[in-house]
């Protein structure tokens, strides 16, 4: 019964978008006609922004003309979308042509993978991984970042041609290391399954870096005694290591520069990579790993209110978890392993974002949760100003939805 309600409640979610738009301004939220966005665009001024040592990156001799282009146009872009109140747009698949098979047994679960593909050597992985999960009544999603090598989406399509149930997403986008594009994909492969009203009971994220160690007869009876469940690791305790990267993750609020590079928002200090956030211009780090340079920017014109509301709500968890951990230890040693439990699920209670890996198995009901629902829209606001959100955007839905109980708090085994 409980999981019928929560289907119930999934299927209920809100729409698509907040709201109707005009045939115009769905082409500019679709971010497809250029031509469409930049006249959309041009009543916004230009920002001023700042390298890591303080030199505006419209200077010519910087050389960085066209990573400042790329910038302005997405720091543009965001403040139309907040304007209208817009989550980031996800791109639903027709899946036109595509066919599932039959159940080897009745009660067998059905899954959608989804495979998303980047590197030069993705062509030959993610067809070892097809190939040895694959059984005709699953579906295979694939994603081939738009800045992959053209022979790799072409050898690809190759093998969808004999597989009715293997089809590469039709929206390719340009996937930025570290950011919520890392996460978008594999909400518009979401997306398009919920929207084809597909029958299936788990969605389950794989890459272009995994091999298969276990063989479909094996995961399918695995899963079978699992339904309605999420397998979605969670991070519990406050390590050093753990909590300096919710620190970072937390510290600034920012807009992805079109696939590489980033604008920090209103910052005083630049990102902490590790040797402390000295104040911009002082010579501090240029870029956040594999991510690209980050350019500083103040504009009063973009609040991304969303998450600079989630991040005075961490902090505030953060606050609450440690004056409760200091009261815990007042307490002195539990007096059994059971009170020890209930001290430690008191204190994860107060967490208000949630990290933990990015690979994840969830239901049905969740991917509805997830594509529909209007609390799931508003995450994908947060989500989209922060850095690694691959890592925390599915455990903090999870934990802040109806679905929390029914959590394993561990990735499926591999």
Same mark, same amino acid.
């Given at each position: ?10 299927? !209920?979610?809100?729409?698509?978008? %907040?709201?109707?738009? =005009? @045939?115009?301004?769905?082409? &500019?939220?679709?971010? +497809?006609?250029? /031509? ?89 992985? !993610?067809?070892?991984?097809?190939? %040895?999960?694959?059984? =005709? @009544?699953?579906?295979?999603? &694939?994603?081939?970042? +738009?800045?992959? /090598? ?265």
């Amino acid at each position: 019964k409980k999981l019928a309600m929560l289907a119930a409640i999934a299927a !209920a979610g809100g729409s698509a978008v %907040a709201g109707a738009l =005009s @045939s115009a301004d769905a082409a &500019v939220y679709r971010g +497809i006609e250029t /031509d469409a966005s930049a006249a959309a665009f041009t009543s916004y001024p230009d920002a001023t922004m700042l390298d890591h040592e303080g030199r505006d990156v419209s200077d010519p001799a910087l050389n960085m003309s066209a990573f400042a282009e790329r910038c302005q146009t997405s720091l543009k872009r965001a403040i139309w979308e907040e304007e209208r109140g817009l989550p980031p747009h996800l791109y639903v698949d027709p899946l036109d042509g595509v066919a599932v098979g039959e159940r080897a047994q009745p009660d067998d679960p059905r899954i959608v993978y989804f495979i998303g593909v980047s590197r030069a050597s993705g062509a030959v992985i !993610a067809s070892r991984l097809l190939l %040895a999960l694959h059984h =005709s @009544s699953h579906l295979y999603l &694939v994603h081939v970042d +738009i800045k992959a /090598d053209p022979a790799v989406y072409a050898q690809l399509a190759d093998l969808t041609k004999d597989h009715p149930n293997i089809r590469l997403l039709s929206t390719r986008r340009l996937v930025q290391w570290g950011a919520f594009t890392m996460v978008l994909p594999m909400l518009d492969a979401i997306a398009s399954v919920v929207s084809r009203n597909l029958d299936f009971d788990f969605f389950i994220n794989l890459s272009d870096a995994d091999m298969s160690l276990r063989t479909n007869e094996e995961v399918v009876g695995f899963l079978r005694r699992y339904k309605g469940r999420q397998f979605v690791q969670v991070h519990a305790g406050n390590g050093e290591w753990l909590q300096r990267a919710r620190n970072f993750t937390g510290a600034h609020v920012l807009v992805e520069c079109g696939g590489y590079g980033y604008v920090s928002l209103n910052d005083t200090h630049a990102i902490d990579v590790g040797g402390g956030a000295p104040p911009i211009g002082t010579g501090s780090s240029c870029c956040f790993g594999r991510g690209g340079p980050v350019v500083y920017a103040n504009t009063s014109r973009l609040h991304l209110r969303e998450a600079r509301a989630a991040m005075t709500a961490e902090a505030a968890s953060r606050a609450a978890m440690e004056a409760r951990e200091a009261a815990t230890e007042a307490e002195g040693e539990p007096a059994s392993e059971a009170v020890r439990r209930a001290r430690e699920a008191a204190l994860e209670s107060l967490r208000y974002l949630h990290t933990g890996s990015q690979w994840v198995v969830v239901d049905r009901a969740f991917c509805h949760y997830l594509a529909k629902d209007e609390r799931a829209m508003r995450w994908r606001k947060v989500f989209a100003a922060r850095f690694l959100a691959d890592e925390s955007f599915v455990q903090t839905v999870l934990m802040h939805s109806p679905f929390a109980y029914l959590g394993l708090r561990g990735a499926l085994p591999r």
